[in-house]
């Protein structure tokens, strides 16, 4: 019966399917493409070419299967795709896109460039309205593919600054022409809430270069506080980054180091934000300084970052020969005094920082030797090792620890 056929279409169609997926996954790509030529026969025998429904897939798993087969061609390719382009109008603009993103990833820019300039042009009918947010890719990426054309014209004139002639002349008409067609595009796709990271950053890069100070900041400021968008560390990266540039104040770039701390407590910029907490007249910066740098080290990428170690030992050193303060320090170690003895200071890590890195060793043992007392496994190792090579500085830790001691016990109480 026509019910039973269709049933049993149904099941082998999946069935194939599975097996390409399953070649596919074993790197069998000769494989996949035979599984594949057959499954797109079964279809065409069924099916009329415009009611094929699965386009995509057969876009997808062919394009995957083209670009790993020992025995395709970038011509293979590009004809398969443009096939696709002409049998999935649903799928026109995605397709357009994949491609161009393929032939950049060939280094073929110009090609891509092309790509992109004919899919801007495409329409047809209600699908174009359908597909909006395809278009706005379209003209984005090729904004930035303007805007590449604009930095290469850039460095061309740079280096050829002060010498005089008609070349010179072109290549500054033809950047201020990528620079007008990447502007547009780009400031067009960032009106847009979303995570727009390179269109942005591209974006500044050609408003501060032509001295537009005040837009940079005001797109900058829009894209790191828009509530329509999504948490975006990275929004808060460049904003502060730009106001850096600009000379801004201290309490600016705090400022915007605090959000990006809610956001990311481990972030590489937080040594910055402690550096700067640390140097403030402020007794709250500092206190949040202490809690900033305790929160790093609570993540395991910064186990040995000599730089975060010493951050934190200059500080608690500082609070402990003033006898002042003892109680941030207690606060931040109460919750943590379980767990950092063997996360940081076991007698295995001891050994392993003094071989690897003796700076390293230094300031984690005055950090152990203040929390944990002079008994602390970590500091007793290292500051023997220190001793018998003889070098000063462990010489003059160990005298301070020991003499420190009843910090320790005030601080452990």
């Not at 460039?113 to 359908?130: C, D, N, P």
């Not at 005040?214 to 106001?243: G, I, T």
């Not at 915007?256 to 709250?284: A, G, T, W, Y």
Request: aromatic share 12%.
């Amino acid at each position: 019966s026509s019910h039973e056929y269709k049933l049993n279409f149904k099941k082998s169609k999946e069935a194939c399917l599975n097996y390409i997926q399953d070649a596919m996954l074993q790197k069998q790509w000769k494989r996949a493409a035979e599984l594949l030529t057959f499954y797109i026969e079964s279809l065409e025998k069924v099916f009329p070419v415009e009611y094929m429904c699965p386009l995509e897939i057969i876009w997808r798993i062919g394009t995957e299967i083209l670009c790993h087969h020992s025995q395709s061609s970038m011509k293979d390719i590009n004809s398969f795709i443009e096939h696709m382009k002409t049998l999935g109008v649903k799928t026109y603009l995605k397709v357009c896109l994949e491609h161009a993103f393929h032939l950049l990833c060939n280094g073929l820019i110009d090609e891509a460039y092309q790509s992109l300039s004919l899919a801007e042009s495409w329409r047809f009918g209600e699908q174009t309205v359908i597909q909006d947010k395809e278009m706005k890719l379209i003209q984005a990426y090729r904004g930035l593919l303007d805007y590449y054309r604009w930095s290469k014209q850039k460095n061309i004139l740079l280096e050829h600054v002060g010498q005089d002639g008609l070349e010179d002349l072109s290549v500054e008409q033809e950047m201020h022409s990528c620079f007008r067609k990447a502007a547009m595009n780009l400031k067009e796709i960032i009106k847009i809430p979303g995570v727009w990271d390179l269109f942005v950053k591209c974006y500044v890069d050609l408003l501060e270069f032509y001295g537009d100070h005040s837009e940079a900041r005001q797109v900058l400021n829009d894209y790191a506080y828009n509530s329509k968008s999504p948490a975006n560390p990275n929004a808060h990266v460049y904003l502060y980054q730009f106001l850096k540039r600009q000379g801004e104040s201290k309490k600016s770039l705090l400022s915007v180091l605090k959000i990006l701390h809610d956001i990311v407590p481990s972030h590489e910029l937080m040594i910055d934000f402690n550096i700067m907490l640390q140097k403030s007249k402020k007794r709250k910066n500092r206190q949040l300084g202490l809690a900033v740098i305790f929160e790093v080290l609570d993540y395991a990428g910064w186990k040995e970052n000599v730089k975060a170690w010493s951050c934190l030992a200059r500080q608690v050193k500082q609070i402990v020969i003033s006898k002042r303060h003892l109680d941030w320090i207690k606060q931040e170690w109460n919750p943590r005094k379980d767990w950092w003895p063997a996360f940081h200071f076991s007698r295995y890590l001891a050994k392993r920082n003094w071989q690897e890195n003796e700076s390293l060793s230094y300031e984690k043992a005055l950090v152990a030797g203040i929390l944990l007392g002079k008994d602390c496994e970590y500091f007793k190792c290292v500051s023997h090792q220190g001793c018998k090579a003889q070098v000063k500085r462990f010489r003059i830790l160990k005298k301070f620890v020991n003499k420190q001691n009843p910090a320790y016990l005030r601080i452990s109480d």
